[in-house]
């Protein structure tokens, strides 16, 4: 069973940093792009990043390019989005998700249960 | 970017009607790359349909999808009290990924 575990949300000011963590499970890592996906209390969906299996390629949304980072390390199963200069717009639930091919650019198959980042002084 | 329009924003129905949700985009989809996704309070989203017509695993058969180029639809056959949630598009055949605004189907 696929499970994606988000940690690392909190409340932070702007200005700030934080590191989003996700631990994925029950299959195999490398072979799959992931991304980031984020919902701003009471709105819909947005797309955030995605990095393709490797590593070797990663994209971002304009509202977030320059600022935020995505990474992952297949050794540990685990993806991650550095977040940088936040600011209150960026408050929202963070989800992990896994994409449905290698290279990214595809629809999300599997999601995480989300972490909540609040961007306030 | 491809913008991505639903209507109607909310659908007030009864349990064992039919729900038709529409989903338009600014410009057309390649390939027909299209994906839905239900999202009920509290939880993260779960994908429905992708390519706008195939069931993902371990979806209902009540639920399909169709259309093609700049218009597409969900249509649930007969609501069951666990369909009431939001409903959200997402186009996946041009960079930057899109999502739809989403539809509420909410009880009558």
């Known amino acids: 069973e696929v499970q994606l575990v988000e940690s690392g949300g909190g409340l932070v000011q702007p200005g700030g940093s934080l590191r989003l963590s996700c631990a994925a499970s029950g299959f195999t890592f490398s072979s799959y792009a992931m991304n980031w996906v984020r919902q701003a209390p009471g709105q819909g969906l947005e797309w955030v990043s995605a990095i393709s299996g490797s590593g070797g390629n990663t994209f971002y949304a304009d509202s977030v390019k320059g600022r935020f980072t995505i990474s992952r390390d297949n050794s540990r199963n685990t993806l991650f989005l550095e977040m940088n200069s936040l600011r209150a717009e960026d408050t929202a639930v963070y989800y992990c998700?896994?994409?449905?091919?290698?290279?990214?650019?595809?629809?999300?198959?599997?999601w995480g249960q989300g972490t909540l980042v609040t961007v306030s002084s | 970017e491809i913008l991505l329009t639903q209507s109607p924003g909310t659908l007030s129905l009864s349990p064992g009607d039919r729900a038709t949700l529409s989903c338009r985009a600014s410009?057309?989809?390649?390939?027909?790359?299209l994906a839905w996704y239900q999202q009920k309070p509290g939880q993260a989203p779960r994908l429905l349909i992708y390519?706008?017509?195939n069931r993902a695993t371990g979806i209902p058969d009540r639920f399909s999808g169709s259309g093609s180029g700049t218009d597409f639809t969900l249509t649930i056959s007969r609501l069951e009290p666990e369909d009431f949630a939001v409903y959200y598009c997402q186009q996946y055949g041009s960079s930057p990924l899109t999502f739809g605004g989403g539809t509420k189907v909410e009880i009558k």
């Open positions: 998700a896994k994409d449905y091919i290698t290279v990214a650019g595809s629809f999300f198959w599997n």
């Open positions: 390519g706008a017509s």
């Open positions: 410009q057309s989809i390649n390939s027909n790359y």
